[in-house]
C-alpha cells in the first residue's frame, strides 16, 4: 500500500526553510519569443507584440476585409445590441489559454491574446503569464490596454474567457476591467447559423468547413495545460511557444469569422447572400435573426434558402419556422401556403401545421369536418412522440370539435 | 387514562421488577428575560407576531455574548428555542445593513428545509430577508441570485467544501460581508467528519479574511461533557458557552429498563424488542401518544406491526392511520404526513429510526420508548427529548440489549444521568485529512511563504505538492497550477482517497449509496456481509476489489455480520508513556496489518452467533494511532500463560465496548488486538487503535482516560452475573478461553491498584 504518511508527517515536523525560487536551466521567453517582461524578471508577466500585414490572408479573407465592416444587427445577434454602430476597427479580438477548463480560483490565465487594428495595420498582443506572481502587473498591463476600447469580441467569452478573467482580477484585488465592456460573443450566433449543417461549432469545425483554413501543426487545445506545466518545471521556454502560434490563430479566425458574419447580416435583410453560403446555412442565419426578433430578416432567409433548393429535415424545419413567421407578420395568405404544402406533402415534422390549419378551417373557412379530420390526423401521426400535456391539448381540441359537429347534425342516432 | 395512572400501574406492576433505575426531574418554569432595549423595532414586532413575547434566560444571554463579539456555543435540551439564538442576532444585522450575509452550516439538507420555513415564518410578509438553500438540489438557474442577494446562505459542510469555497470569487458579496457563520449540531462534527470540517472552516475563514471579512461564529450542541471545547477545535478560536436552559418542562420520568435474564450461566436475556413492543403496547393502549425508536429499518418494521395489533379495536381510526412507521427510506411527502399527523395528534404512536433524532419539527410527545441505547448518551437525551411538553408530564424509557455497553449503561445510571461522560473529538491535523485540504486550499487562493494553516506548518506538504507537479513557487508564493479540482476527490466521510464505492443493484437502475475507506472494506463489505444504510439493511453480493466497488442489494435479515482479523500490529513511534502505572501506559503510531479471516453473523438484540463463513481477500495495512497496556512480567507469571491470553483478549474486548461511552464515536471505530508478548513493550501488551488512517484524537483520550476507563470495565464485568463471560461482558465463555472473567478481573484490580 502506498501511504504518504512518513512523507507527511516528516514534512509536518521538520518544517525547514528553502531559498526561494529554484534555478531552472530551461531557454527563457525573451530567448525565444521577442518581447518586453512588464516587471523585473524572476515573477514576471511578459508581452509579446505582432504586427501583421493588412495584407495578411487567413481562412479565405484578407485582414483588410474587415476594415470599414459596421457591427450592424450582428450586435443584435449576438446580445451586444450597443454595439450596432461601432466599426470592427474599434473593437478588441480578446481570446485566453488557462491552466484547466472549469471557471474556478484554481485556473490560471496563462496568454491572453488581444488583437486590434492599428494605424494600417493589425497588432497582436500577447500577455503571458511567465511566472504566476506575474499576474498583477500582466492584468494591471491588459486593463490600460483595453482602456478606451468599444468593445470585446470573443468566441465563447460570455461563459469562458470573461469569468476566467474576472476571477484572477478579482484574486488580485483589481476592479474585474474587461467584463465591464460590451461583448460580441460569436459563439452563440455560430451556433444557430452552422448549426443546421456542423455536427460540431467548435472553432477548428468552424475554420475548416465556414472558412475553408485547415490548421497544420497546430498543438491541441487540451494539451495547453500540461505544456505550461511543463514549462514551469524546466523554465524552458521553448515548450509553450507552439501555445502562442495557437492562440494567434484564434484570433485571426474571429476576425475572419465575424467579417463574414457581419457581411452575411447585412444581406439577411434582403435575403441576398453570397454563394458560398450553403442553403442550411442561410437557414441558419435565418434562425438567429428570428431568435434576436428580427422576423423580417428571418422571413427573407428562410425564403432564399428554401429558394437555394434546401432539402431534408432542415427543409421541413425552415418551412415551419417561416410559416411561423408569417402568421406573426400578418402575412396569412403566405402561412396558410406553407402549412398546406407541408401536410399536402406529409412533410410536417411536428403538429403545429395540422393545427394551424385546423384552426383556419374552424374559425375562418368554417369547416369543421376538415378541421376535426386535420387534428385527428395529427394526432395519429404524432401522439405518441408529444409530451403528455401537449398530446391531452391536441385530444381536448378534438373531443371540443366532435362536439361542436354533433350540435350542428343533431345527436347521430 | 393518563399518563400518571399508566405509570402507577407500570410502578406497581410485574415488570418493575426489570427497571434498573427511575429518576423523577419535577417540572420547570420558565426562566424569563424581555427583550433588549437595542434590539431592532421591526424584529421585535416580527417576534410578538409570532407569540414571543419574552425570552428564554438562555436565549438572552447568548444573545449577550454574541453582542459582545465572542464566538458562542449554546448547550440546551431538545426544542428549546435554541434556533432563536442564532436567527435574533442575523436577522437583526440584516435590519441594521442589507448589505450583511450569513452563513448557516447544518449537517442535513432536511434540516436545512426546516430553518428556512422558520425563518421564513419570522420574517413574515414585513421583513425584508432573503433566505435560500443551497445545496445539491437546488436548480442552476436559481444559483446566481442566490450567490448574489442571499442575506442568509442555508448549507451543508459538504456543499461549503466543493459548490462554495472553490468558487469564491463568484460568491464575492457573501464573503465581502460575512458576519455570522452558524453552526448547529456542533457535537455531529466530531471522528472524521469532524476532523475534515474544521479543515473546512480554516479554508473559510481564510477566503473570508482575503475578503477582509472576519465572521463571528455561532455554535449550538446537543449536551456532551465537552461542547466548547470541541467548538474551538473546529473553529479555532476560544469560544463561550451558554448552558443554562431557561425553557420551561413538565415533569419528566426517565427509566432505565433491563430485559430479565432467561439464562443466568450464559448471560442471555430477553429481546429487547420484545420488551419495548410490549412497553410501548401498554402505553398506545391508555391512549398516550407514544414514540418509538429501534436501531435497524426491520426493527422498525416488527414494531410497528406490533403496535398497530396493540391499537386495533382500541384506538378511534384503527392502526393503520394511528400508528405509523418512520425512516429514512419513505419519501419527503410521506414524512411530512407523518410529521403532521404527530404534531396534530391524529397519529398516536411513531416507530423511527434515527432519522427523526436530528431537530425535525414533530411537536412533543407523552412517551418515547428506545429499542436499544442509539450508541451515545447525547443521542439518547435527544430522543428522549421528544417527550415532554411544557406542562404535561412525560416519560422516556430506555431499554437495553445484551451488549456490553447497554448493560453498563443500566447498571450504572449515575453515567446517564451526571456530567456527561463524552468527549467529542476531532484531529484537524490527521496527516492524510490535513494533505488533502492544503491542496484544497491551495486552489483557492496561492499560500504564502511561510503562511501557516490554522497554526499548523503545512510549507513541507506545499513542498511535496510541488513536487508533484500541483503547485508552483513564484515569488513568495504557492500557485495551484494542476487541472484538477481537488475537491471533487474528497469526501468529507473518510480519511483517505482510495475509497471502495457501495452500489445499490436492487432497482433496474444502480446507484451508489456509500463510500469506506480502504482499510475497513475487508471487514465492511466483503461477500456476504450486512452493510447498514440509513437504516436499511444491504447484503453484499459481490465486491470487485481490483475496481474498489460493493455491489449490494436490499435484504431484511435478523442479524448483522462481524469479520474476525487476523491482526499484527508494530509500533512505530511512541508519543507518550507512562511507567508509573501499575499497567503501564502507552499512546503512539502503529502499523497495524489486518487479514480478514472469517465473519459471523450476529442476531441484533441477543447477541447470539447465528452462522459464519469465510472471507477471501488479501491483507492490508494502515498507519494510525493506538493506545495500549503492557501487563508487567511478574503479573502474567502469576496468572499462568492460559489465563493471561484470556485475559487479555477479554481485557481488549472490554475495553473496546467501554471505549465509546466517554469518545463519542461508534464501536466500529476502534478495534483491539493483543500480544502475549510484544515485540515492542516486551511484555504482554493489550492495544486499542484507530480503524481510520492516522487516527482522530481517539487513542490519545483513552491514554488520559486509562483509569476511569479501567475503572468502568471494572464495574461492568463485576456487575455482570454470569458465570465466566458472556457477550454482555468479556466475551462469550468459548470466545476468549476458559477463566476469561476471572482473569480478566485480576488485570483490572491490578490496574486500578495502589499504584508502584
Ligand atoms: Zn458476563
Known amino acids: 500500500m502506498e501511504d504518504p504518511w512518513h512523507e507527511i508527517r516528516e514534512a509536518l515536523r521538520c518544517a525547514r526553510p528553502r531559498p526561494d525560487g529554484e534555478r531552472r536551466s530551461g531557454i527563457a521567453v525573451d530567448r525565444v519569443l521577442p518581447g518586453r517582461y512588464l516587471s523585473p524578471p524572476p515573477g514576471s508577466g511578459y508581452l509579446v507584440e505582432r ?193 502562442f502560434e495557437h492562440n494567434l490563430r484564434d484570433i485571426l479566425s474571429m476576425v475572419m469569422l465575424v467579417s463574414r458574419l457581419v457581411d452575411w447580416c447585412a444581406r439577411a435583410a434582403s435575403g441576398d447572400l453570397p454563394p458560398e453560403a450553403h442553403p442550411a446555412d442561410v437557414a441558419g442565419l435565418g434562425r438567429a435573426c428570428e431568435y434576436a426578433g428580427l422576423a423580417a430578416a428571418g422571413t427573407a432567409c428562410y425564403e432564399a434558402a428554401l429558394a437555394r433548393g434546401l432539402d431534408g429535415a432542415p427543409r421541413q424545419l425552415a418551412s415551419e419556422r417561416l410559416a411561423r413567421l408569417y402568421r406573426r407578420l400578418g402575412m396569412r395568405a403566405e402561412a396558410l401556403a406553407v402549412w398546406s404544402g407541408l401536410v399536402a406533402s406529409g412533410q410536417a415534422c411536428s403538429p403545429d401545421p395540422y393545427i394551424e390549419l385546423a384552426k383556419h378551417y374552424e374559425h375562418v373557412a368554417r369547416d369543421p369536418v376538415r378541421a376535426c379530420a386535420l387534428v385527428e390526423e395529427a394526432i395519429v401521426r404524432f401522439g405518441a412522440g408529444l409530451s403528455p400535456a401537449r398530446e391531452a391539448a391536441l385530444r381536448h381540441r378534438l373531443a371540443r370539435l366532435r362536439r361542436r359537429l354533433d350540435i350542428r347534425t343533431g345527436p347521430s342516432a | 387514562m393518563s399518563l400518571e395512572q399508566v405509570l402507577e400501574e407500570f410502578r406497581s406492576g410485574k415488570a418493575a421488577r426489570n427497571v434498573t433505575c427511575w429518576r423523577s426531574f419535577p417540572g420547570r418554569p420558565p426562566r424569563l428575560e424581555p427583550f433588549p432595549t437595542w434590539l431592532h423595532p421591526s424584529l421585535v414586532e416580527a417576534l410578538r407576531r409570532r407569540g414571543i413575547e419574552h425570552l428564554y434566560s438562555h436565549q438572552a444571554a447568548a444573545l449577550q455574548v454574541v453582542r459582545r463579539g465572542e464566538h458562542v456555543v449554546v448547550v440546551t435540551p431538545t426544542a428549546s428555542g435554541k434556533t432563536l439564538c442564532y436567527n435574533i442576532p442575523v436577522v437583526e444585522s440584516v435590519l441594521r445593513d442589507d448589505a450583511t450575509r450569513s452563513l448557516y452550516l447544518f449537517p442535513t439538507k432536511a434540516l436545512s428545509q426546516d430553518q428556512l420555513a422558520e425563518l421564513e415564518q419570522l420574517a413574515g410578509e414585513t421583513l425584508r430577508l432573503k433566505a435560500y438553500t443551497y445545496d445539491g438540489d437546488t436548480p442552476q438557474s436559481a444559483r446566481q441570485a442566490i450567490r448574489t442577494a442571499g442575506h442568509i446562505v442555508i448549507t451543508n459542510p459538504d456543499m461549503l467544501h466543493t459548490g462554495i469555497l472553490p468558487h469564491h470569487t463568484r460568491w464575492l458579496r457573501l464573503f465581502q460581508n460575512l458576519r455570522y457563520v452558524v453552526i448547529d449540531e456542533v457535537h455531529q462534527y466530531r471522528g472524521v467528519f469532524g476532523s475534515h470540517l474544521a479543515n473546512v472552516i480554516r479554508r473559510l475563514k481564510r477566503v473570508a479574511h482575503f475578503y477582509g471579512a472576519r465572521p463571528q461564529f455561532i455554535c449550538c450542541s446537543a449536551t456532551i461533557a465537552n461542547p466548547s471545547e470541541l467548538a474551538s477545535r473546529l473553529i479555532e478560536e476560544p469560544v463561550t458557552l451558554v448552558d443554562e436552559s431557561g425553557a420551561p418542562s413538565g415533569e419528566r420520568h426517565f427509566i432505565l429498563y433491563n430485559p430479565p435474564l432467561v439464562n443466568r450461566e450464559l448471560g442471555i436475556r430477553r429481546s429487547c424488542l420484545l420488551e419495548a413492543a410490549e412497553l410501548a403496547g401498554a402505553f398506545v393502549r391508555a391512549g398516550v401518544q407514544t414514540l418509538v425508536f429501534a436501531r435497524s429499518r426491520l426493527s422498525t418494521e416488527v414494531l410497528a406491526t406490533y403496535l398497530k395489533r396493540a391499537a386495533a379495536g382500541i384506538l378511534p381510526g384503527q392502526g393503520e392511520a394511528t400508528v405509523r412507521g418512520y425512516r429514512g427510506g419513505y419519501l419527503p411527502t410521506q414524512r411530512r404526513e407523518i410529521e403532521k399527523g404527530l404534531r396534530e395528534g391524529k397519529v398516536r404512536a411513531a416507530v423511527a429510526t434515527n432519522a427523526l433524532e436530528l431537530g425535525i419539527d414533530i411537536g412533543r410527545l407523552d412517551a418515547v420508548v428506545m429499542a436499544g441505547y442509539p450508541g451515545s448518551i447525547a443521542s439518547a437525551w435527544q430522543q428522549a427529548g421528544r417527550a415532554g411538553r411544557r406542562t404535561d408530564p412525560a416519560v422516556a424509557v430506555l431499554v437495553a440489549d445484551s451488549s456490553p455497553l447497554n448493560q453498563y449503561l443500566v447498571n450504572q445510571p449515575e453515567y446517564f444521568f451526571g456530567r456527561s461522560p463524552e468527549h467529542g473529538l476531532v484531529n484537524p491535523d490527521n496527516p492524510f485529512i490535513l494533505a488533502n485540504h492544503v491542496k484544497c486550499a491551495a486552489f483557492e487562493l496561492p499560500f504564502e511563504e511561510g503562511e501557516d494553516f490554522g497554526g499548523t506548518c503545512v510549507q513541507p506538504v506545499l513542498e511535496h505538492l510541488a513536487a508533484q507537479g500541483i503547485v508552483h513557487r513564484s515569488g513568495g508564493r504557492w500557485h495551484w497550477i494542476a487541472e484538477s479540482y481537488p475537491a471533487e476527490d474528497i469526501s468529507l466521510r473518510s480519511a483517505s482517497a482510495e475509497n471502495f464505492v457501495v452500489v445499490d443493484v436492487t432497482a433496474p437502475r444502480p446507484r451508489v449509496i456509500g463510500e469506506v475507506d480502504r482499510f475497513s472494506a475487508s471487514m465492511l463489505l466483503h461477500e456476504e456481509a450486512i452493510y447498514l444504510h440509513e437504516a436499511e439493511q444491504y447484503q453484499v453480493e459481490k465486491l470487485d476489489y481490483a475496481e474498489k466497488k460493493a455491489y449490494v442489494r436490499k435484504v431484511e435479515v435478523d442479524y448483522y455480520t462481524d469479520a474476525s482479523l487476523a491482526v499484527s500490529i508494530r509500533v512505530l513511534a511512541q508519543f507518550q508513556h507512562d511507567p508509573e502505572h501499575n499497567l503501564p501506559r502507552s499512546s503512539g503510531e502503529v502499523l497495524v496489518t489486518a487479514l480478514p479471516t472469517m465473519f459471523k453473523k450476529i442476531r441484533f438484540g441477543t447477541h447470539e452467533n447465528v452462522g459464519s463463513g469465510p472471507i477471501h481477500l488479501p491483507e492490508e495495512q494502515m498507519h494510525t494511532t493506538a493506545y495500549w497496556l503492557q501487563v508487567p512480567r511478574e503479573v502474567a507469571d502469576d496468572l499462568g500463560p492460559q489465563a493471561l491470553e484470556a485475559g487479555l483478549l477479554g481485557l481488549g474486548n472490554l475495553m473496546v465496548h467501554i471505549a465509546p461511552l466517554f469518545l463519542l464515536c461508534d464501536a466500529r471505530d476502534i478495534r483491539s488486538v493483543v500480544e502475549v508478548r510484544s515485540p515492542f513493550t516486551r511484555c504482554p501488551t493489550v492495544y486499542v487503535y484507530e480503524r481510520y488512517p492516522g487516527g482522530v484524537g481517539f487513542a490519545d483520550k483513552l491514554f488520559e482516560l486509562h483509569g476511569e476507563l479501567l475503572a468502568a470495565c471494572r464495574d461492568l464485568v463485576r456487575g455482570c452475573t454470569c458465570a465466566d463471560g458472556c457477550p454482555s461482558c468479556v466475551g462469550p465463555g468459548a470466545e476468549a478461553g476458559a477463566g476469561a472473567k476471572q482473569a480478566t478481573l485480576r488485570l483490572l484490580r491490578t490496574g486500578l491498584g495502589v499504584l508502584r
Open chain 1, 51 to 243: 504586427r501583421l500585414s493588412i495584407h495578411h490572408y487567413h481562412g479565405g479573407r484578407h485582414l483588410s476585409d474587415a476594415l470599414g465592416q459596421a457591427v450592424g444587427c450582428l450586435g443584435v445577434l449576438a446580445g451586444a445590441p450597443g454595439l450596432e454602430g461601432n466599426l470592427l476597427e474599434e473593437l478588441v479580438f480578446l481570446d485566453t489559454e488557462t491552466t484547466g477548463l472549469d471557471v474556478g480560483p484554481g485556473t490560471l490565465v496563462i496568454l491572453v491574446g488581444t488583437g486590434r487594428f492599428e494605424a494600417g495595420g493589425f497588432v497582436v498582443r500577447q500577455f503571458f503569464l511567465a511566472e504566476p506572481a506575474g499576474e498583477r502587473p500582466l492584468l494591471e498591463e491588459l486593463a490600460r490596454h483595453l482602456d478606451g476600447c468599444a468593445g470585446l469580441v470573443t468566441f465563447n467569452g460570455r461563459h469562458f474567457d470573461l469569468p476566467q478573467l474576472e476571477s484572477r482580477f478579482v484574486l488580485n484585488r483589481l476592479p474585474p476591467a474587461p467584463s465591464s465592456l460590451p461583448n460580441l460573443d460569436l459563439l452563440p450566433v455560430a451556433r444557430r447559423v452552422w448549426g443546421l449543417r456542423l455536427a460540431s461549432r467548435s472553432l477548428a469545425s468552424l475554420e475548416d468547413n465556414v472558412l475553408g483554413y485547415m490548421r497544420e501543426g497546430d498543438v491541441p487545445g487540451y494539451l495547453v495545460p500540461s505544456l505550461y506545466r511543463e514549462y514551469l518545471r524546466t523554465g524552458d521556454a521553448t515548450t509553450v511557444a507552439p501555445v
